[in-house]
Protein backbone atom coordinates (compact mmCIF):
# COMPACT_ATOMS: atom_id res chain seq x y z
CA UNK A 1 0.00 0.00 0.00
CA UNK A 2 1.20 3.37 -0.94
CA UNK A 3 2.26 6.07 1.89
CA UNK A 4 1.88 8.92 -0.05
CA UNK A 5 -0.93 10.21 -2.15
CA UNK A 6 -1.45 11.56 -5.68
CA UNK A 7 -1.48 14.85 -3.90
CA UNK A 8 1.44 14.46 -1.88
CA UNK A 9 3.79 13.82 -4.91
CA UNK A 10 2.32 16.91 -6.77
CA UNK A 11 2.78 18.75 -3.49
CA UNK A 12 6.87 17.73 -3.31
CA UNK A 13 7.29 18.09 -7.04
CA UNK A 14 6.16 21.60 -6.64
CA UNK A 15 7.35 22.28 -3.48
CA UNK A 16 10.24 19.88 -2.74
CA UNK A 17 9.56 18.91 0.10
CA UNK A 18 6.94 17.29 2.23
CA UNK A 19 6.42 17.34 6.01
CA UNK A 20 4.95 14.38 7.95
CA UNK A 21 4.33 14.70 11.80
CA UNK A 22 4.43 11.69 14.48
CA UNK A 23 6.98 9.76 12.07
CA UNK A 24 8.84 7.68 14.96
CA UNK A 25 7.14 6.15 17.77
CA UNK A 26 8.18 7.12 22.16
CA UNK A 27 10.68 4.32 22.21
CA UNK A 28 12.52 5.67 19.47
CA UNK A 29 12.82 8.94 19.87
CA UNK A 30 13.95 8.18 23.46
CA UNK A 31 16.06 5.58 22.25
CA UNK A 32 17.57 8.11 19.95
CA UNK A 33 17.80 10.81 22.56
CA UNK A 34 19.33 8.86 25.32
CA UNK A 35 22.15 8.01 22.64
CA UNK A 36 22.92 11.54 21.97
CA UNK A 37 23.20 12.34 25.48
CA UNK A 38 25.98 10.10 25.60
CA UNK A 39 28.02 12.74 23.82
CA UNK A 40 26.72 15.72 24.66
CA UNK A 41 28.97 18.31 26.69
CA UNK A 42 26.55 19.51 29.29
CA UNK A 43 24.25 18.10 32.20
CA UNK A 44 21.07 16.91 31.14
CA UNK A 45 19.25 17.73 34.38
CA UNK A 46 20.84 21.58 34.26
CA UNK A 47 19.21 23.61 31.26
CA UNK A 48 21.85 25.83 32.04
CA UNK A 49 24.56 24.25 30.83
CA UNK A 50 23.14 23.90 27.20
CA UNK A 51 23.36 27.22 26.31
CA UNK A 52 26.16 27.66 23.30
CA UNK A 53 26.75 23.57 24.86
CA UNK A 54 28.78 21.09 21.99
CA UNK A 55 29.30 19.01 19.91
CA UNK A 56 26.82 20.22 17.18
CA UNK A 57 26.93 16.71 15.45
CA UNK A 58 28.11 14.11 17.63
CA UNK A 59 29.33 11.38 15.53
CA UNK A 60 27.11 8.38 16.29
CA UNK A 61 25.01 7.89 12.97
CA UNK A 62 25.35 4.52 12.98
CA UNK A 63 24.51 3.47 16.50
CA UNK A 64 20.82 1.19 15.84
CA UNK A 65 18.70 3.91 17.49
CA UNK A 66 19.76 6.45 15.36
CA UNK A 67 20.01 4.09 12.15
CA UNK A 68 16.49 3.18 13.11
CA UNK A 69 14.83 6.51 13.22
CA UNK A 70 15.26 6.14 9.31
CA UNK A 71 14.99 2.46 8.60
CA UNK A 72 12.83 1.17 11.00
CA UNK A 73 10.40 3.82 10.11
CA UNK A 74 7.98 4.66 7.14
CA UNK A 75 10.36 7.59 6.32
CA UNK A 76 12.50 5.52 4.15
CA UNK A 77 9.51 3.85 2.19
CA UNK A 78 8.17 7.66 1.50
CA UNK A 79 12.02 8.17 0.15
CA UNK A 80 11.39 5.37 -2.17
CA UNK A 81 8.00 6.40 -3.40
CA UNK A 82 9.19 9.74 -4.56
CA UNK A 83 12.85 8.64 -5.57
CA UNK A 84 12.65 5.28 -6.40
CA UNK A 85 15.46 3.03 -5.54
CA UNK A 86 17.70 3.90 -2.99
CA UNK A 87 20.57 3.01 -1.11
CA UNK A 88 20.42 1.45 1.96
CA UNK A 89 23.50 2.31 3.55
CA UNK A 90 23.14 5.74 4.43
CA UNK A 91 23.55 6.56 8.10
CA UNK A 92 21.78 9.99 9.64
CA UNK A 93 24.15 13.02 10.85
CA UNK A 94 22.90 13.91 13.79
CA UNK A 95 22.60 18.35 14.03
CA UNK A 96 22.20 19.87 17.46
CA UNK A 97 21.40 23.64 17.68
CA UNK A 98 22.00 24.82 21.09
CA UNK A 99 20.07 27.44 23.16
CA UNK A 100 21.89 30.61 22.23
CA UNK A 101 20.78 32.51 25.35
CA UNK A 102 20.06 35.49 23.56
CA UNK A 103 16.38 36.57 21.67
CA UNK A 104 18.05 37.69 18.63
CA UNK A 105 17.06 35.11 16.03
CA UNK A 106 18.32 34.65 12.79
CA UNK A 107 18.70 32.35 9.20
CA UNK A 108 21.98 30.95 8.60
CA UNK A 109 23.08 31.59 5.03
CA UNK A 110 21.20 29.95 2.06
CA UNK A 111 23.39 26.49 0.50
CA UNK A 112 22.67 23.34 -0.93
CA UNK A 113 24.70 19.62 -0.09
CA UNK A 114 28.02 18.76 -1.33
CA UNK A 115 29.48 15.21 -1.44
CA UNK A 116 32.97 15.68 -1.49
CA UNK A 117 35.34 17.83 0.70
CA UNK A 118 37.72 19.04 -2.51
CA UNK A 119 37.89 21.91 -3.93
CA UNK A 120 35.53 21.15 -6.25
CA UNK A 121 32.20 20.84 -5.15
CA UNK A 122 28.74 19.10 -6.80
CA UNK A 123 25.53 18.77 -4.96
CA UNK A 124 25.50 15.23 -3.21
CA UNK A 125 22.51 13.80 -3.12
CA UNK A 126 19.32 12.53 -4.17
CA UNK A 127 16.91 13.12 -1.55
CA UNK A 128 17.14 14.28 2.43
CA UNK A 129 15.33 13.54 5.37
CA UNK A 130 15.14 15.81 8.45
CA UNK A 131 13.47 14.38 11.53
CA UNK A 132 13.40 15.89 15.19
CA UNK A 133 14.21 14.27 18.26
CA UNK A 134 12.68 17.04 19.96
CA UNK A 135 9.95 19.35 19.86
CA UNK A 136 11.18 22.50 17.80
CA UNK A 137 8.83 25.59 18.39
CA UNK A 138 9.13 28.61 16.34
CA UNK A 139 12.65 30.37 16.12
CA UNK A 140 13.99 26.95 18.36
CA UNK A 141 16.54 26.60 15.96
CA UNK A 142 14.41 24.90 13.10
CA UNK A 143 15.51 23.69 10.21
CA UNK A 144 14.22 26.07 6.84
CA UNK A 145 14.40 25.34 3.05
CA UNK A 146 13.45 27.82 0.50
CA UNK A 147 10.45 26.01 -1.32
CA UNK A 148 10.97 25.53 -5.07
CA UNK A 149 14.25 26.35 -4.80
CA UNK A 150 14.59 22.65 -6.25
CA UNK A 151 13.42 23.58 -9.39
CA UNK A 152 15.61 27.07 -9.80
CA UNK A 153 18.75 25.04 -9.22
CA UNK A 154 17.49 22.01 -11.62
CA UNK A 155 16.99 25.13 -14.45
CA UNK A 156 20.60 26.70 -13.30
CA UNK A 157 22.28 23.10 -13.59
CA UNK A 158 20.74 22.54 -17.07
CA UNK A 159 23.60 25.99 -17.93
CA UNK A 160 25.89 25.42 -15.51
CA UNK A 161 28.61 23.12 -14.51
CA UNK A 162 27.48 21.09 -11.29
CA UNK A 163 31.30 21.42 -10.77
CA UNK A 164 31.41 25.15 -11.15
CA UNK A 165 30.07 25.94 -7.18
CA UNK A 166 32.11 26.87 -4.63
CA UNK A 167 32.72 24.40 -1.46
CA UNK A 168 32.30 26.14 1.68
CA UNK A 169 35.81 25.80 3.76
CA UNK A 170 34.04 23.27 6.62
CA UNK A 171 33.11 21.01 3.22
CA UNK A 172 29.80 19.41 2.79
CA UNK A 173 28.03 23.07 1.91
CA UNK A 174 28.04 24.33 -1.58
CA UNK A 175 27.76 27.81 -2.56
CA UNK A 176 27.32 28.44 0.94
CA UNK A 177 25.00 31.80 0.24
CA UNK A 178 22.77 30.55 -2.98
CA UNK A 179 20.93 34.29 -2.23
CA UNK A 180 23.92 35.62 -4.28
CA UNK A 181 22.79 33.31 -7.17
CA UNK A 182 18.94 32.70 -7.04
CA UNK A 183 16.06 35.31 -6.11
CA UNK A 184 15.02 33.32 -3.27
CA UNK A 185 11.15 33.64 -2.05
CA UNK A 186 10.25 33.46 1.50
CA UNK A 187 11.84 29.82 3.75
CA UNK A 188 9.93 27.81 5.41
CA UNK A 189 10.89 26.67 8.99
CA UNK A 190 10.05 23.34 10.29
CA UNK A 191 8.53 23.59 13.45
CA UNK A 192 7.05 20.69 15.34
CA UNK A 193 6.90 18.04 18.00
CA UNK A 194 9.34 15.35 18.23
CA UNK A 195 8.70 12.70 15.27
CA UNK A 196 8.18 15.59 13.11
CA UNK A 197 9.94 14.85 9.62
CA UNK A 198 10.48 16.62 6.24
CA UNK A 199 11.35 14.92 3.16
CA UNK A 200 13.58 17.10 0.70
CA UNK A 201 14.81 16.95 -2.28
CA UNK A 202 18.87 16.95 -2.52
CA UNK A 203 18.28 20.57 -4.78
CA UNK A 204 16.68 22.18 -1.64
CA UNK A 205 18.42 25.25 -0.76
CA UNK A 206 18.43 25.03 2.91
CA UNK A 207 19.82 26.40 6.23
CA UNK A 208 19.89 26.06 9.95
CA UNK A 209 19.02 28.81 12.11
CA UNK A 210 19.40 30.46 15.53
CA UNK A 211 17.87 28.71 18.57
CA UNK A 212 16.08 31.59 20.62
CA UNK A 213 14.35 28.94 22.39
CA UNK A 214 15.37 27.43 25.76
CA UNK A 215 15.35 23.62 24.61
CA UNK A 216 18.03 21.87 22.68
CA UNK A 217 17.33 21.83 19.02
CA UNK A 218 17.76 17.21 18.10
CA UNK A 219 17.57 16.87 14.50
CA UNK A 220 18.98 13.54 12.09
CA UNK A 221 19.68 14.31 8.76
CA UNK A 222 20.16 11.59 6.48
CA UNK A 223 21.20 12.45 2.75
CA UNK A 224 20.06 9.27 0.58
CA UNK A 225 21.08 8.87 -2.98
CA UNK A 226 19.40 6.64 -5.80
CA UNK A 227 21.36 3.20 -6.11
CA UNK A 228 22.99 3.93 -9.45
CA UNK A 229 24.20 7.29 -7.88
CA UNK A 230 27.42 6.97 -9.68
CA UNK A 231 26.19 6.69 -13.22
CA UNK A 232 23.20 9.91 -12.44
CA UNK A 233 25.05 12.32 -10.49
CA UNK A 234 26.32 14.13 -13.39
CA UNK A 235 22.90 14.15 -15.11
CA UNK A 236 20.86 17.00 -15.59
CA UNK A 237 17.94 15.90 -17.87
CA UNK A 238 15.12 18.36 -19.45
CA UNK A 239 12.66 16.87 -16.98
CA UNK A 240 14.48 17.21 -14.15
CA UNK A 241 12.02 13.97 -12.61
CA UNK A 242 13.13 11.64 -15.31
CA UNK A 243 14.62 9.41 -12.70
CA UNK A 244 12.30 9.73 -10.36
CA UNK A 245 9.35 7.86 -9.17
CA UNK A 246 7.01 10.97 -8.81
O1 LIG B 1 18.91 21.68 10.43
C1 LIG B 1 19.84 22.48 10.50
O2 LIG B 1 20.12 23.08 11.52
C2 LIG B 1 20.69 22.75 9.28
C3 LIG B 1 20.83 21.58 8.41
C4 LIG B 1 21.71 21.81 7.25
O3 LIG B 1 22.04 22.90 6.90
C5 LIG B 1 22.15 20.67 6.48
O4 LIG B 1 21.72 19.56 6.73
O5 LIG B 1 22.99 20.89 5.58
Redesign the pocket.
Known amino acids: MSLLTTEDKTFFKENGYLIRHNMLSEGQIQGAVDTLWHYIEADRDDPQTWVDAGPRSPDCGDHPAIRATLHETDLFAMCRELAGDLSDDADP ?1 T ?1 L ?1 YPSGSDEWAI ?1 LP ?1 L ?1 GYNKSEQATVGFTI ?1 V ?1 VYLSDVAPRG ?3 TLWPGSHKTVAEFFKSHSLLGLNMHHSG ?2 VERDMGRIFNLNEPVELVGQAGTACIWHGYMV ?4 SNCSDQI ?1 M ?1 L ?1 SRISTKNWDLLQFETPDDMWEYWEV
Open positions: SIVKHDGTGGFGIHSGTRAV
